[in-house]
């Protein structure tokens, strides 16, 4: 997984707090994807940026959860006062501009509500 | 939504053996991925597959894109104990330069020594 960096790795929050999960992508590339996964599932589909716009947010929550991908500097995935359900692995995914370029994953960030 | 399905949820081998995984879905893809994860890390790409009919190798590791675009396998020959963890497939409709990823629930990989 060289190259997408998220941190930070474990995220532990109290319910009702804020967790701010970043992703910098391999380099050269300009499409972000953020996923979902739960134990024994496999990634969902939350959304998709590139810089400065959000492509596709259809797998995002409507409530309490944004995301963003500034000109400057990595996305981040925002998640508005908090709940035990938020609790699972948060992964990012980069890809290149070109067509037919596979998304490469980072390590993911590992929410925990307290 | 799409959805792809991956069964059985676990599969046992010995060392040195074959092993084979299906993926299927209820619609089309224009590509089919396959990528394997490992305990506290993230998924890792395998293969990936971009042309109806197509088989493509990555050394043990071979998969197909299936004719109807609604399925894919692969095979990995002659197991090791390095193989072991789950392996995901992927499907991908390019609307544009690129698009989501709608996932399997995976197959956990075991290599008995």
């Known amino acids: 997984n060289a190259g997408v960096m998220q941190n930070p790795r474990h995220l532990v929050r109290r319910r009702g707090q804020e967790a701010r999960l970043r992703c910098s992508p391999m380099?050269?590339?300009?499409?972000v994807y953020w996923y979902r996964q739960l134990p024994e599932e496999g990634l969902k589909f939350m959304v998709y940026l590139q810089k400065e716009n959000i492509i596709d947010e259809s797998g995002m929550p409507k409530e309490r959860f944004s995301a963003e991908f500034p000109k400057e500097g990595p996305s981040i995935l925002r998640i508005q006062q908090v709940v035990r359900g938020d609790s699972a692995a948060y992964f990012c995914?980069?890809?290149?501009?070109?067509?037919?370029?596979?998304?490469?994953f980072g390590d993911g960030t590992r929410l925990s509500i307290l | 939504g799409q959805q792809l399905n991956q069964s059985p949820q676990s599969m046992f081998i010995q060392e040195g053996e074959d092993v084979s995984m299906n993926c299927t879905s209820s619609s089309i893809f224009n590509t089919w991925l396959w990528y394997k994860q490992d305990p506290g890390e993230g998924p890792v790409l395998l293969i990936a597959l971009y042309k109806a009919g197509e088989l493509t190798s990555n050394g043990r590791l071979t998969a197909q894109f299936g004719i109807t675009r609604k399925d894919s396998f692969l095979n990995i020959s002659a197991s090791i104990p390095s193989d072991v963890g789950i392996y995901f497939c992927a499907g991908q409709l390019l609307f544009g330069a690129n698009s989501k990823l709608t996932f399997g629930k995976g197959i956990t990989l075991s290599v008995r020594p």
């Open positions: 995914a980069s890809s290149p501009l070109a067509v037919n370029q596979p998304q490469h």
């Open positions: 380099k050269g590339h300009s499409h």
